[in-house]
């Protein structure tokens, strides 16, 4: 790690090196052994660990022998003859008792001086973000991640103490995050947010400080299981919300339905609604803060996923595990189990991670299929198909975007999905779903992002602006915000 601290020359002439040794102990640290521009209460802190460490045995309070200022020391249980005697010696040989102080006082000070850089460079290490937008495009809410291993730097393995600050020194909210689930559940990334202007380099600063308190007002994204009623799943940030369905939902004698689709919750605010909604039990009215309007059924809703096999769809059913990975504020990530199902003779399981940050109209889908026998099969991500609805796809920046109305005369929402362009296949659908469809073969797992807008919310209002939406998002996608670290 480097330390940008000055230091006086060894031959500057108030130098200890030079013979000067009218000064007391405390002078000397001060004055003389110490780099220029630390702060008084640091010197202080470093000064008094230093001398703990130096002088185990009890310090007493400088005192005067003859004209001069020393640091004195009172060794209990030293033997009381040999003291006397020192003292004689001392007393009849000036040169000597001279010559040993200034060398002792050196040696303390190089110690010192150790032990003050040592807690100064450990306090202040930190690592200076840069991160650049490289289109001409403004972009808000833009998640930057930070690998434990870019993090080593800071010398602390606990990643929820991690801190950033943007160039003006204001905190900026950070998470740390668990991508890997490993048995520990230990974060492996931090993540924090920031609005970029077109072509806008940004800097942040990054240490390491006490654990992060949050506060419920801090949290724009939250995710849960929700036993109650009858094992959804639920999740949301600040402008969009979903569920999907558990296997308890197969069976119920209510309304069962056997589904793995991808539901929508228009939201008309800010703040987190899924576990007030869930309480209430009234979602399917519109009360102010927006509501369920959205019949996703037996299609693939908003985003989900099948095998495409001989011009048909073949999904999974119900869930039948999840397990939450990270859970806010700036990021919600889960995954969820599937059975096994036959496709056309094969059978196939399916693991989804789902994550949606902040700020994002889009949800990131990672689907990880287990074919049997490895045999390569096409993945189609689907978006339901409702009547009089407006769709445009762009194969070319990878992306299909539909307005469409809503149920009810609840007004307009826009739904898409964005793909990598060179992993696209073909377009499809049958009687439920638009399908976009992906080569055979796609590495795993297969990623891709799709999300709504309703336009009641009041951020995209128009066919037009959700197509824009869509398509920046896709550019950025193809040209991330740059990030590049380095210690301070």
């Given at each position: 790690?480097r ?20 000064i ?11 780099p220029?521009?630390?702060?008084a ?7 008094s ?7 185990p045995?009890?310090?007493e ?5 003859g ?8 060794s209990p ?6 003291r ?23 040696t ?6 150790s032990l003050?850089l ?19 495009i ?19 393995k ?7 600050r ?19 559940h ?6 924090f ?31 849960r ?31 069962p ?13 800010s703040?987190l ?22 019949s996703?059924g037996?299609?693939?809703?908003c ?5 495409w ?49 902040a ?14 026998g490895?045999?390569p ?6 978006l ?21 109305p ?8 826009g ?20 399908l ?5 073969g ?10 709504f807008?309703?336009?009641?919310a ?10 824009k ?13 740059e ?6």
């Amino acid at each position: 790690m480097r330390c940008r601290c000055s230091f006086r020359s060894a031959t500057d002439y108030r130098s200890p090196i030079n013979g000067l040794s009218e000064i007391n102990g405390f002078e000397l640290f001060y004055k003389h052994c110490i780099p220029t521009g630390f702060p008084a209460s640091l010197l202080q802190e470093a000064l008094s660990t230093a001398l703990a460490t130096l002088l185990p045995s009890h310090v007493e309070k400088p005192h005067k022998w003859g004209s001069k200022t020393h640091l004195a020391q009172s060794s209990p249980g030293v033997n009381a003859w040999a003291r006397e005697k020192a003292q004689r010696f001392f007393g009849a040989n000036d040169w000597v008792r001279e010559t040993i102080f200034q060398h002792l006082v050196r040696t303390c000070s190089l110690l010192l001086t150790s032990l003050v850089l040592s807690v100064w460079c450990s306090a202040q290490t930190q690592l200076t973000v840069k991160a650049i937008n490289k289109i001409p495009i403004a972009r808000s809410s833009q998640t930057i991640e930070l690998s434990a291993k870019v993090l080593a730097a800071l010398g602390e393995k606990d990643l929820n103490k991690v801190h950033v600050r943007d160039s003006s020194g204001k905190e900026v909210l950070a998470q740390a995050v668990d991508t890997d689930y490993d048995e520990l559940h230990k974060p492996d990334i931090v993540i924090f947010q920031a609005d970029f202007k077109p072509n806008e380099t940004r800097t942040f600063i990054v240490s390491a400080g006490k654990k992060h308190e949050y506060t419920k007002d801090d949290f724009k994204a939250y995710g849960r299981f929700v036993r109650e009623r009858f094992d959804d799943f639920a999740w949301e940030n600040d402008l969009i919300a979903h569920r999907t369905y558990g296997k308890a939902l197969i069976t119920w004698k209510g309304e069962p339905l056997t589904s793995s689709a991808i539901d929508i919750w228009s939201k008309r605010i800010s703040k987190l609604v899924i576990n007030d909604w869930y309480m209430v039990d009234n979602y399917h009215a519109d009360m102010g803060e927006g509501m369920d309007d959205y019949s996703a059924g037996a299609t693939r809703g908003c985003g989900g996923s099948g095998i495409w096999a001989s011009n048909q769809l073949y999904v999974p059913s119900n869930f039948v595990d999840s397990r939450v990975l990270t859970n806010g504020p700036i990021r919600v990530m889960f995954e969820l189990v599937y059975e096994p199902f036959d496709v056309n003779g094969t059978k196939v399981s399916e693991v989804l991670r789902i994550s949606l940050d902040a700020g994002s109209q889009l949800d990131h889908f990672q689907s990880f299929y287990n074919v049997q026998g490895n045999a390569p099969l096409s993945v189609a991500i689907g978006l339901k198909k409702v009547k009089d609805e407006q769709p445009e796809l762009n194969a070319t920046n990878g992306w299909l975007a539909i307005w469409e109305p809503m149920e009810k005369n609840q007004g307009m929402q826009g739904v898409a999905a964005v793909f990598d362009p060179q992993q696209f296949d073909k377009q499809a659908e049958d009687k439920q779903n638009n399908l976009i469809v992906l080569k055979a073969g796609t590495a795993k797992p297969v990623s891709y992002w799709a999300g709504f807008v309703w336009d009641r919310a009041g951020r995209i209002t128009s066919a037009d602006a959700w197509k824009k939406y869509v398509d920046e998002f896709a550019n950025g996608l193809r040209s991330p915000i740059e990030i590049s670290v380095t210690p301070q």
